[in-house]
């Protein structure tokens, strides 16, 4: 895989009058959305060329000359996407057992297309014959049932946005030096669609809870074994049997024909494949339940913390120039909205509020914005996150404080990128 | 093609201790939702079957003894999905002429997936070196502009969630005979996404407008000479200059480099393949500005009207036995948001409002659903809605009054599904 930018592909050429002539001071803390939109129409003027008459008058372009290409019944991204691709880090001691990521850096907005959404596989993907396919709700409930997918299709469904993020995402920031890669190759173990399915709370409300019911112990169909037990409150609250993804039935790697959906929750409970739903007593205890990705937080809480991480720069590559950019990214929270994105772009001596682009959903990604007048001199931008509750993305250090150093789940730090002088961007522990 | 869902499909098995029992009254008009959830827990009751010991315990499926399938850079649905496809209408007289439409009756939520967007396309597609491609911003402005494709990349961005429809959707209905079509190849000129771009008042900030300014003239790069004109005020309120659906670079049939996204307009405005775009002082009457699209409606708006239909029931298709069904569709307005959608499950004698999925966004799909309990006998059921300002969906016949019976265009009036006693659902004028 090849970087998209590199620092021999700037596309503003500086000998060319296309440069901002207004190198202006940064953006006041305080600054309001009318001196924004001000602020935003002054900087980007320049970035633009003139244009000249062969575009604005007589020239006939060659597409105009012959009848274009044909109609298809499912659509591919141009070929100039190609290397708008999830990245596949695999390991190779177990067949099928790995990751794939999301190419944040070269993504906007909050969906994530369904072939790009991440995957985390340890054991690869089942083929699953659907018209064989049930799921089983038994253990502590009055009447155990199995449903296929035509019987689930029929119980009324819920559509919702929500992120899913690995609960390993960002660990590559764990290490004591900081690793330069994309963003999307260092973060994108996230994503975001829209879900639809039935309430778990639906189909055990049919099977009747047992009063000593406290536990759901879900597994799904890959032959890794993944088993996982969430407690009932957070599955009678909001957890979906999902069916469907951004509209269409769920992809093969994404759990095709059910999935669970426990907004906010790490992914590895967000079990696909599904295949048995059992109400118990206590959690299992299996290895997904202890030996990996769930080290409860200090403060006992399970749902991925609040973080945030700019998209619209990405180690390795460079910025096209001084002048205006807009920093960008995304926010999220498992503990319900993002109530704010602050940026620094010196190093977190100052920091500016950026906009959240409406709607801010409950546990889904938000895209926030920035204006910044880049004056070419070599610095270090940041993004902090706080979420409804009054959390904030803690500095590296204080991670590190309450994880210590050897950690390898749930890094949520405030993440550093360093501009050079001449665009180039790098990640910094700073 | 074949249909999905057949008279020999039904899924539920009358033979079998899985229908129903309680063929409950129809749900009472006042409704209210604590109610409605007790109604959807009693109603659903009884679509499960009884879990069988060889899926709540020891047996061991075939898929957990051999490693699943590999990681893929870019996904796809499952074979499963085969006939989950955009269908293709194309004229015979001219090349890459025609439509292709979105399967609303197989999808979930509100999002299209970008392979599934509606097309239509006038001359094909055209092939655009996007290393090579500009933009004109002329006419009537300070300083005439030009922008590649980086440059545009570097100016302030806004997401939002809107749909687009094709002004010819739903354009059967005008037959004096109800046609027999499922739903998505009646009504599918119709897709959301969540569209990114540059704001159009952005890039006009830049280039300066002109006092006498009142109209754009755009013009894209396909072989067909599509050309329309905007108001300015409308460019200036919320059009954009979409570079990316659903997150990631518009596909090649969506538009790629670059189209606008006009909210609420039809879809021949949202011009794909953008070459040109000129300010002028009054619209330049080109052919589809008026031969095609352009029947103002009578009150003199222009937005796509308020709409609705039902996509969990299709014409051609059988339902699976009596007993519980949650109707569920799709409304929208080009005039704000959706206030409400009502349901008749009796010919439009008695109506009960739908549950409208949250988030309602502004010129978004919506997507509602209505727990329904059907006793079995024939029937017809319709949706209407209504709204942020009043408008609501009119009945065919007025429809015919306000337009005439050989219009064309802008079809929005109730549709009607019959059902009969087994099942069988068609379209009907009723």
Redesign the interface.
Known sequence: MTMKRTKTTL??DPTKD?QLSDSAAIVSEKMQSEDRRQF??RS?????????PS??HAAV?E????????????????A??KN?????S?GRS???E?V?WTPLH????????????F?R?H??????D?AQW?V????LVA??????L??LK??????RIAFIECGGNSNSLWHPNAVQAPVGYAHGLLSC????GVKLS??L??AGIKPDARWLVADG???S?VTVSLPLDKVLDDTLVA??Q?????????G?PARLLVPGWEGIVNLK?L??L?LTSSPLMSRFDTVSYTDLHKDGTFEMKVKSIITSMTPGATL?GAG???I?GLAWTGNGRVAGVDISVDNGKTWMAATL?E?V?DKALT?F?L?WQWDGTATIVKSRAVDQNGQMQPTRDALLAEKGSSAYYHYNAIVAFSVESDGYVSHVYA
Chains 1, 2 share one sequence.
Request: hydrophobic share 35%; charged share 20%.
């Open positions: 596309s503003i296309t935003i129409r980007a003027a320049g970035v633009a060329v003139l244009a000249s575009l604005t372009p597409s105009w000359k012959i009848p274009g290409g044909d109609f298809s019944n499912y659509g591919l991204p141009h100039d996407q708008v691709i999830r990245w596949i695999q177990v067949a099928g790995g794939s070269d993504l906007e907005g909050t969906i994530t297309p369904n072939g790009l959404h995957e596989h054991n690869g993907i089942p083929e699953i659907s049930e089983a709700l038994h253990g009447k155990p049932l199995a449903f296929d035509a019987s029929r119980y009324p469904m819920t559509s669609s829209e879900w639809t639906v189909l409300e049919e169909l890959d032959s074994g069916l469907y951004n509209g269409e039935a769920l992809r093969p790697s994404n095709y494949w295949r048995s059992q096209p205006f950019h807009e960008s682009q709607p959903l895209r914005r204006p």
